[in-house]
């Protein structure tokens, strides 16, 4: 038997490579390949990035990623980059760290691990990128919320994202989630709130140097992961198919 990094690798790389994704190692950890997935849409389409599992105690994100590959979702229009499991050796563990003990998604202005520095790297390639996505957990929250970070002038996907989830699973509609103030399971940051951090995650980093849209979607872990799966795979489903659709071209 595979760990369940590896196995979740596999899986992953095989539906990609099935859906016409080239998959490409970026960097390695102690025991396991960092790869990232990518495929060419039409000229006229969005670039839109996603990744996940940069914190090994949330598995409903690398999960969903494999089922919206299963399930054809990554709409031939657009051209994608997925990193599936930015943190494996945190997955085989459990942990929200690495194998170090790092938050990897608080090192991404001087990245000092290997995956950061390997991931950093990758994006610093990308050029621009139309949307950005991470998928994340949280064990105190109540239900689905997502971080908004948007400088485009226009209104984002949050509303679709947020009407998909909600037909899986509750919303989380406290006022304060995560020590920032929230509406309606949205959090957003006005940009003069992202400076002078000297931890930067990975979204802060690529909303200042990749993308003008960046999210973060967070499923509760109190619920059952089987429910997780689904939020994050119907979210990921409303709000890409929405920016798809509204992308002009
Ligand atoms: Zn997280």
Redesign the pocket.
């Known amino acids: 038997m595979p760990d369940p990094a590896t196995d979740l690798i596999n899986r992953v790389r095989e539906a990609a490579v099935f859906e016409g994704f080239k998959a490409c190692t970026f960097g390695r950890t102690a025991s396991h390949e960092l790869i990232v997935l990518t495929r060419s849409g039409k000229p006229d389409g969005p670039h839109i990035y996603i990744s996940t599992g940069?914190?090994g105690d949330?598995p409903a994100g690398p999960e969903a990623i494999f089922r919206l590959l299963k399930d054809s979702a990554c709409l031939p229009r657009a051209t994608w980059t997925i990193f599936p499991l930015l943190n494996p050796e945190g997955y085989n563990r459990n942990t929200?760290e690495n194998a170090d003990g790092l938050d990897l998604?608080r090192d991404y202005l001087h990245p000092t691990a290997i995956e950061s520095i390997a991931h950093r790297a990758a994006i610093d390639k990308l050029g621009g990128v139309d949307l950005t996505l991470s998928l994340?957990?949280?064990w105190e929250a109540t239900g689905f919320y997502l971080y908004e970070l948007n400088s485009t002038g226009k209104e984002g996907i949050a509303r679709a994202a947020l009407r998909a989830a909600a037909g899986v699973g509750p919303i989380d509609l406290s006022e304060t989630i995560d020590k920032h103030a929230a509406k309606n399971g949205v959090i957003r940051a006005t940009d003069s709130t992202l400076d002078d951090r000297d931890d930067l995650p990975e979204q802060i980093y690529l909303y200042k140097h990749t993308t003008r849209l960046s999210y973060?979607f967070?499923t509760p872990s109190g619920i059952d992961l089987e429910t997780r799966v689904r939020m994050q795979v119907e979210a990921c489903r409303g709000a890409l198919g929405e920016f798809c659709r509204s992308y002009p071209g």
């Open positions: 940069i914190h949330e929200r998604n994340h957990e949280d973060t967070e």
